[in-house]
């Protein structure tokens, strides 16, 4: 149980268009799930927390006009990166957790993002 | 939210027990301790979490001192597959979400 799909798992877009990625909770409902980025060999960086129905909390210098975060149902998180650029290349990771009363999160199997 | 330090990277053997001290001297009372472990472009896997003393699950145990201040993981008779990095993580719910902050990770590397 508790599994955390990711779509695409890889995209590569020229600079300028805009990327969605899709996070689903498959087998339980999240209202919270957050969203990371990873550049190689370096920690995750947690971008924004999103909740279901509301807006999401951006960390302090993630642009919220530029990765925009909708999270229209328990089960679905989306990030839409705006205007890519590349720099804006990384690995991108979503993470949900359960409602059950436990701590723990799941994460899902991650998005590479590839600006060119 | 509190800040954990590990050791950048560990070095073991197939078949031996591998231990990673976790310092988190910040800890709140009502964090919790999570372990999650990652490979190389794919998210992170959560391992075993807990608040005080021992906790035992099927792949690893963490030991909690009564200070809490620190927290280790065993990793018993580790092999090839479990080369990965570690991530100590302590964290505090907040209305309903539990906003997690990675440190650098431990970088584990099993040899035959």
């Known amino acids: 149980g508790a599994v955390v799909s990711q779509h695409p798992s890889r995209v590569i877009c020229k600079s300028g268009t805009s990327v969605k990625i899709e996070c689903r909770s498959l087998?339980?409902?999240?209202?919270?799930m957050f969203w990371y980025r990873q550049f190689p060999k370096q920690s995750l960086m947690l971008m924004a927390t999103s909740n279901e129905g509301s807006k999401a909390t951006y960390e302090q210098g993630v642009e919220k006009d530029k990765f925009l975060i909708n999270h229209a149902s328990l089960t679905l998180s989306t990030l839409t990166v705006t205007s890519a650029h590349p720099e804006d290349s990384s690995f991108y990771i979503c993470?949900?957790?359960?409602?059950?009363?436990?701590?723990?999160?799941?994460f899902g199997p991650g998005t590479r993002l590839t600006v060119t | 939210l509190a800040k954990t330090t590990q050791p950048i990277s560990m070095d073991s053997y197939e078949g031996q027990e591998v231990n990673i001290t976790c310092s988190h001297n910040n800890i709140a009372t009502n964090d919790y301790i999570t372990w999650y472990q990652q490979f190389p472009s794919q998210g992170p896997r959560f391992i075993i979490q807990g608040y005080k003393t021992k906790v035992t699950n099927e792949v690893a145990s963490l030991f909690i001192p009564a200070d809490r201040k620190s927290s280790t993981l065993s990793l018993p008779r580790v092999s090839l597959s479990d080369t990965a990095v570690y991530y100590c993580?302590?964290?505090?719910?907040?209305?309903?979400?539990?906003?997690?902050?990675f440190g650098t990770g431990t970088q584990l590397k099993v040899e035959l």
């Open positions: 993470s949900a957790e359960p409602g059950s009363g436990g701590y723990e999160q799941y």
């Open positions: 087998d339980f409902q999240a209202t919270t």
């Open positions: 993580l302590v964290g505090v719910r907040r209305g309903g979400g539990n906003k997690l902050t």
